[in-house]
């Protein structure tokens, strides 16, 4: 098992784009990393943190709200490319400058630890990701966890 993620890790979609609305010319480049919110009802903690399991992944309680969006699958960046398709910044960048949202998952994280549970669901770690409904997948990007070489051991 890798690293358990721990409350206010850092994670990143990969159709997040860092281009907050209004912006003249907006700049694609990744977007910025958010912090995952793992709320103690399972009272399990590394270092009185909370660890997150795999169905933590909530839009609004537990994934926060990215910056741009910028996948085709979004339908408020299509009908946003529709309307700019004239502009010449481009309908794209148009479109992502115009678009906020809040990540939609499906589902559950995927993660590396079947054994360990807590809560009956499996720990969290850092090779977890989570499909977003508009195309994108969510991954860890910094994990705060600090324990004994890295490692929880389950049994």
Do not use: H, Y
């Amino acid at each position: 098992m890798g690293k358990p993620v721990v409350n206010g890790s850092l994670i990143e979609c990969d159709k997040s784009t860092m281009c907050p609305p209004n912006t003249p010319v907006p700049s694609f480049v990744p977007g910025a990393a958010m912090p995952i919110q793992v709320t103690p009802i399972n009272r399990v903690n590394a270092g009185g943190v909370p660890i997150a399991n795999e169905i933590d992944a909530l839009p609004g309680s537990n994934i926060p709200m990215f910056f741009a969006c910028q996948s085709m699958t979004n339908p408020t960046v299509v009908a946003a490319c529709a309307t700019a398709a004239a502009s010449t910044m481009g309908a794209m960048q148009k479109a992502a400058a115009q678009c906020l949202f809040t990540p939609m998952p499906p589902g559950k994280w995927t993660t590396g630890c079947k054994k360990c549970k807590i809560g009956g669901q499996a720990v969290l770690d850092e090779s977890g990701e989570l499909k977003c409904m508009m195309g994108g997948t969510i991954k860890i990007k910094k994990n705060l966890f600090t324990g004994a070489n890295g490692q929880v051991e389950c049994s």
